[in-house]
């Protein structure tokens, strides 16, 4: 797994390895990582080449500076652009006058025309340390960039945005890349559509950090667990999957969450519900009833999508608790959660995961609010299981404390269905024996990437997403 750390945690950090090297090497390895990184970025040779920079007050500001001198000395022009001229950096711009390089102010006409005529714009704003929107005339000289079509390089991370929660409350930097330093942080992760691709520089914190605020899991991570048959399985071996979805109005989430059970590579796959007919024609292996009492032994169930918030469904939700095996619980089943205290009481300490979107986690835990790594941590602790936070940056938090973040770059999972399909992986995982926080993990990471590659740059439907599991599992090394 891949760690993410706070500001908070990386200053202390950064403060413990600069009380050991000499003033000032922190900043310019910092520095030279973020040169190369736009050498790479700036299109053929790169002499007579024109890149700004906007320097904000502070090192974040240096490390821009310190880059610019850097690139001035491989023969490209560099303008910076001070926003606080009385605060810049010191060492850091007199290291880029000495390398020839151009400073105007922010407040003159010039620097608009600098940032429009630049083949690349650094954005040394605000580092860790800012917090909340971009201040004037931040916000005029960005969009200039943006209107001009200048690729931005985020140093560090992309300026106006929450580096502990990914929160952007007003104007802020959209970087087409970022390079960070020391470790990744949580803006990485939670606002990865900010940032662009991630390049991280190692500047020796290691031995200095705490652990990691989260995590984020890697294709070596699901390959080591995802479950693979070995000479003595057979289909009771690899985990019997119980599916309790659907109903005469939604029938196709019946279809969505078994099919993806199924293609999760589960052993053998029951179906209990009104839509059985629907899952039989279908998926002919499921062996589908149309009432739970029939449904037979599993070692884990999927409840939830499309069963309704009634009697019926809560009924149904009671049947599954009942049967005292792992369970992800979904849709109108975490509804039903909410509604019912006496449901609430009976998953706490039990192997289950709940997988709500923002909507339905405000129901029984609160509003999520900026911070979603701290909202489904405190919704974990509360309610005694994993808790899966559905978004553009999925959270999944175990009771203990334990979290990891899944950062999308894209939104392609954002339609109709796909929780569906996300809550039957989920499933498969858990009868297979994955404790609740890997198989949530391990579902969302492989839901996320069979949701790029079922689009493949345009809308896929739900369905597209299940038919393209199997080929992310191929792909998984």
Not at 144 to 160: E, I, R, T, Y
Request: charged residues 20%; glycine residues 12%.
């Amino acid at each position: 797994m891949d760690g993410v750390w706070t500001a908070e945690q990386v200053r202390a950090a950064e403060a413990e390895l600069m009380a050991l090297v000499p003033e000032g090497s922190l900043m310019r390895r910092a520095a030279f990582g973020l040169a190369v990184a736009a050498r790479r970025m700036l299109p053929g040779p790169v002499t007579g080449r024109r890149v700004a920079l906007l320097v904000g007050a502070g090192d974040n500001g240096g490390d821009a500076l310190w880059a610019g001198a850097e690139l001035r000395r491989r023969g490209v022009g560099v303008t910076a652009v001070l926003l606080r001229p009385d605060r810049a950096h010191p060492a850091g711009l007199a290291a880029l006058r000495r390398a020839g390089g151009r400073v105007v102010d922010a407040q003159d006409a010039a620097a608009a025309r600098a940032v429009q005529a630049a083949d690349l714009v650094i954005d040394g704003i605000v580092g860790i340390s800012g917090k909340g929107a971009l201040r004037d005339p931040a916000p005029a000289l960005v969009a200039a960039a943006a209107a001009a079509g200048v690729p931005v390089l985020a140093c560090d991370l992309p300026s106006g945005v929450d580096p502990d929660t990914g929160d952007v409350v007003g104007p802020a930097v959209s970087a087409t890349a970022t390079v960070t330093f020391g470790v990744r942080k949580p803006v990485h992760a939670l606002a990865a559509e900010r940032c662009g691709p991630v390049e991280l520089v190692d500047i020796g914190l290691g031995p200095h950090l705490p652990a990691p605020h989260a995590h984020v899991l890697t294709a070596a991570d699901v390959a080591a667990r995802w479950p693979v048959p070995g000479p003595a399985d057979d289909k009771y071996s690899q985990g019997v999957t119980g599916v309790a979805a659907g109903s005469a109005t939604y029938p196709g989430a019946a279809v969505l969450a078994t099919g993806a059970a199924v293609l999760a590579t589960s052993g053998m796959v029951r179906f209990a519900g009104s839509a059985a007919d629907g899952v039989r024609a279908r998926w002919p292996e499921v062996i589908a009833t149309d009432s739970f009492a029939d449904a037979g032994r599993v070692q884990a169930w999927t409840v939830g999508p499309g069963i309704g918030t009634d009697d019926a469904g809560r009924d149904l939700l009671a049947a599954v608790l009942d049967a005292q095996v792992p369970a992800c619980i979904d849709a109108d089943a975490v509804t039903l959660l909410a509604r019912h205290a006496d449901l609430r009481a009976g998953v706490k300490g039990r192997p289950i995961v709940i997988t709500p979107h923002a909507g339905e986690f405000a129901r029984i835990a609160g509003e999520v609010g900026p911070d979603r790594v701290a909202a489904a941590r405190r919704a974990a602790a509360e309610l005694g299981v994993t808790v899966l936070l559905k978004g553009n940056a999925t959270v999944v938090a175990d009771p203990d404390g334990r979290a990891l973040v899944h950062p999308s770059p894209t939104s392609w999972a954002a339609t109709a269905g796909s929780g569906d399909v996300l809550s039957g992986i989920v499933g498969a995982l858990l009868a297979a024996g994955l404790e609740p926080w890997w198989a949530a993990g391990c579902a969302v990471w492989v839901h996320a990437r069979a949701a790029g590659l079922a689009a493949d740059g345009a809308p896929a439907p739900a369905s597209a997403i299940q038919a393209a599991i199997p080929e992310v599992l191929r792909r998984v090394d």
